[in-house]
């Protein structure tokens, strides 16, 4: 059954249980109780709920900002500066990759590199691709003491203070919480710019705040336009008579219903401009729902699949963008809507609608986590992973040497964790690695080989990236995961300024951290190391699970070959 709305378009099995949630959330007055920043809509203690719902508001305050934003991004480009460098991680990062994904670089405008990694050789990459003084670097952390961030300003302070004509502290910008340690050190460092965020906002829902909206406007966007996008859905998510008219309250009630029948699979199916979108999904669904044995798990960037690879505990949101090269995907929904699979699909009509889908997946996770019975705002498994961590770097400098942890071949490790798949599970990939166009390909490689053999949901994820956002699903969530941690050599290394441990010594203890975390929950989990070719090593697991007919041997080609000449 399809039903069509403002809200989107819905079609598959559970049109009445969505109908009969609506009318449930009506009579509960949901949207109403939202607004008003209840907290008893989610828990009696308002701990981490009254402080962190000042997303429902912020627009009210930033599109007040505007004028200033755009004068300091005059001031950027009148300066020279010809590449900006964003050091954040999970909230801090992930919405302006989205955009910076969406838009690409923006003539006339600096290009922008996020970088929420300590893996030496992605720092490596960051470090080659800039010149030092003529790059300026936004410094965004909530707590204002991110152990990655402050080891990355560490590094980029000090290439700066060794560059030729650099200028120190006229070269970074600070975003963070007011009173932090950060705004104390970027008021030392005498830094060109200090944002001081609004407190009462949780990093996974900044992205309209001043977290998102000066990485995008540095790079060329019109974040007057963003935010009008943005408040325009505010408004439709204001409604509280037709609940199936407000697009924030549907679309909770739509991943709430389907989470409630074990349909948690949430799998985003986009168009390719707005492919990362996902990434931010990832943080937002993960950190908000995955706690207390339950969760809505995020499946983004998945390859697809015919729909009998699917199995019986998914639902498709599709982000549809108008005058993309959709073709492909258009026929893949369709494929899926003809087998019966549950599809919301959301029309975005060009790339600034991404303003309005982060205000309405920000309401509907809300919602969401009120049928699911969680608490959305708190995360108390991230700090659990950071706590490990430091133990790791602790116990590294009094040995001398990282803690020995047990690994696999990296085709013992995968055979080992799909011993034990099963059909409502999903796999993680853990992936400690340097990004490049050929691990991508592997890891999508893989992705699909397990979709196709064993009809098993994967996600992907860069370390410690992952950590700030499905890292909180994996401990506090539905203990339905299989967790591969693949790890490369981290060779050559990278030293962090004024430290005793280096980005690579930091990644592995990080590394190690989630390891003991997972294992400590009782997660399946294995660590592989990849070595020195991580992207060849990858491919080679995806092959050897392909299907024997498809790795056609060479004798059997030159066979084949024969009979074709020959007639035969």
């Known amino acids: 059954m399809m039903r069509r709305m403002a809200s989107g378009s819905y079609s598959g099995p559970f049109s009445d249980d969505v109908g009969r949630t609506l009318e449930k959330m009506a009579l509960d007055r949901v949207v109403e109780r939202l607004w008003a920043k209840d907290h008893t809509l989610w828990k009696p203690d308002p701990t981490e709920i009254d402080n962190?719902?000042?997303?429902?508001?912020?627009?009210?305050?930033?599109?007040?900002?505007?004028?200033?934003?755009?004068?300091?991004?005059?001031?950027?480009?009148?300066?020279?500066i010809r590449d900006v460098v964003l050091l954040g991680m999970g909230g801090s990062s992930l919405g302006p990759e989205v955009l910076r994904s969406a838009f690409g670089t923006v003539k006339g405008f600096p290009r922008l590199w996020v970088l929420d990694s300590t893996v030496p050789g992605w720092i490596r990459q960051v470090t080659k691709a800039i010149t030092p003084a003529r790059t300026l670097f936004i410094v965004a952390s909530k707590s204002g003491g991110t152990i990655e961030v402050m080891s990355l300003f560490a590094h980029f302070w000090a290439l700066v203070a060794k560059a030729k004509q650099g200028r120190g502290g006229a070269q970074f910008v600070a975003i963070t919480d007011p009173g932090t340690g950060l705004e104390k050190l970027a008021t030392e460092h005498h830094f060109w710019q200090i944002y001081t965020n609004q407190p009462d906002i949780g990093g996974r829902y900044s992205v309209l705040s001043h977290i998102g909206l000066i990485p995008a406007a540095l790079f060329g966007i019109d974040v007057g336009t963003l935010i009008a996008r943005a408040e325009s859905m505010t408004q439709l998510c204001h409604t509280s008579t037709r609940l199936n008219e407000n697009p924030g309250a549907y679309q909770g009630a739509v991943m709430g219903s389907h989470a409630l029948a074990d349909h948690d699979k949430v799998t985003l199916i986009t168009s390719p401009r707005i492919s990362a979108f996902g990434l931010w999904v990832e943080q937002l669904l993960s950190e908000s729902t995955g706690k207390e044995g339950k969760g809505l798990i995020p499946i983004a960037g998945e390859p697809m699949g015919p729909p009998g690879a699917y199995g019986p505990d998914r639902l498709f949101v599709y982000l549809r963008l108008k005058g993309d090269a959709n073709e492909r995907s258009d026929k893949h929904v369709k494929a899926l809507q003809?087998?019966?699979?549950?599809?919301?699909?959301?029309?975005?009509?060009?790339?600034?609608?991404?303003?309005?889908?982060?205000?309405?997946?920000?309401?509907?996770?809300a919602v969401a986590g009120h049928l699911l019975g969680i608490h959305p705002f708190d995360q108390p498994n991230v700090q659990e992973s950071k706590d490990k961590t430091n133990r790791v770097l602790q116990e590294t400098e009094a040995t001398g040497a990282l803690p020995t942890v047990p690994h696999l071949s990296p085709k013992a490790g995968l055979a080992r964790l799909l011993a034990h798949a099963r059909a409502t599970g999903y796999l993680a990939i853990l992936g400690y690695i340097t990004p490049s166009a050929q691990c991508e390909r592997a890891l999508a490689a893989l992705r699909k080989a397990i979709l196709l053999r064993y009809q098993l949901p994967t996600t992907a994820g860069y370390g410690p990236r992952y950590l700030h956002s499905t890292g909180q699903l994996h401990k506090g969530g539905p203990n339905s995961g299989l967790f591969l941690e693949v790890v490369e050599s981290m060779k050559p290394d990278l030293p962090i300024p004024n430290q005793p441990h280096t980005f690579g010594t930091l990644a592995q203890a990080q590394a190690i951290g989630d390891l003991q975390s997972l294992l400590a929950h009782g997660r399946e989990a294995v660590r592989v190391n990849l070595g020195r070719t991580p992207a060849m090593t990858l491919q080679t697991l995806a092959s050897a699970l392909q299907p024997t007919s498809s790795r056609r041997s060479p004798s059997r080609s030159r066979r084949v070959n024969r009979r074709r000449r020959s007639g035969r």
């Open 52 to 80: 962190r719902l000042g997303w429902l508001t912020v627009l009210d305050r930033m599109k007040d900002q505007v004028g200033s934003i755009r004068t300091f991004t005059h001031s950027v480009c009148e300066s020279g």
């Open 338 to 365: 003809q087998a019966g699979q549950p599809i919301l699909t959301l029309d975005l009509k060009d790339r600034f609608d991404l303003g309005a889908e982060f205000f309405r997946w920000e309401f509907g996770t």
